[in-house]
């Protein structure tokens, strides 16, 4: 089964600094038809005004995936950590126990991204932050983070939970394929261009959750980035 939330269908909130774009019910936002995808608890598309930023604030207890699409990120934490994350990174923090966090767009330019929350397999657990750069060279989606030790030893950054997050770019007609396991489901986002799912058109930006189907065909209608999810239903 296939479902496609249409860009112009997302959730809305918009300030002076923040314009944003909710898959799901999230903040003032809220619809009891879209309250995640299995783990996937929250997707947000957000653009953050130059000089502007998400002040200091908790987490606790979800597995917390930014993926910066254009522009970047300078995260600041309880633990001290602080790093800057630039477009073609990934960075990923785990609240476990309790963090406090903030997050500043200091470019000259908005900053484009995608929040993603997961709920984590086991609760209470040491919290930390980590990013790492995965550069764009097209060929099809690499894996950026995941619970599985196998995607760690191979370079994705750790998850405390049973999915696996993917992104990377397509060529117009190229073409992706993806096994999804029985009991698992699949959430994707064209962050730019179009694509073809089994048949179903997406347009970019628009959301689309993916269950009950053995292989997942991503057919590129033109150069695409695309990121997806894979987690436990």
């Known amino acids: 089964m296939i479902d496609v939330q249409p860009f112009a269908q997302l959730g809305r909130f918009r300030n002076e600094w923040l314009n944003a774009r909710h898959h799901f019910s999230f903040g003032h936002y809220h619809d009891p038809r879209r309250m995640g995808v299995g783990g996937l608890r929250v997707w947000n598309d957000d653009e953050i005004a130059p000089g502007t930023g998400f002040d200091p604030h908790p987490h606790r207890d979800m597995e917390i995936i930014t ?48 929040q993603i929350w997961i709920q984590p397999d086991r609760l209470g657990v ?38 696996v997050v993917m992104a990377g770019t397509l060529k117009a007609g190229e073409t992706f394929r993806h096994i999804l396991v029985p009991g698992r489901v699949l959430y994707l986002v064209p962050a730019t261009g179009s694509l073809d799912v089994n048949g179903v058109a997406a347009a970019t930006r628009d959301g689309v959750s993916v269950s009950a189907e053995h292989e997942v065909i991503l057919t590129a209608g033109e150069a695409s980035e695309v990121v997806l999810v894979d987690v436990a239903a």
């Open 67 to 114: 993926y910066v699409r254009q522009g970047a990120i300078t995260h600041q934490d309880s633990l001290g950590n602080e790093g800057r994350t630039e477009a073609g990174d990934v960075q990923v923090m785990h609240a476990g126990t309790g963090i406090v966090h903030a997050e500043y767009n200091k470019e000259a330019g908005p900053t484009r991204l995608f």
């Open 126 to 163: 040491q919290p930390g932050w980590g990013m790492r750069s995965f550069p764009r060279q097209g060929g099809g989606l690499a894996v950026l983070a995941s619970g599985r030790p196998a995607d760690n030893a191979s370079g994705a950054l750790p998850l405390y939970a049973d999915a």
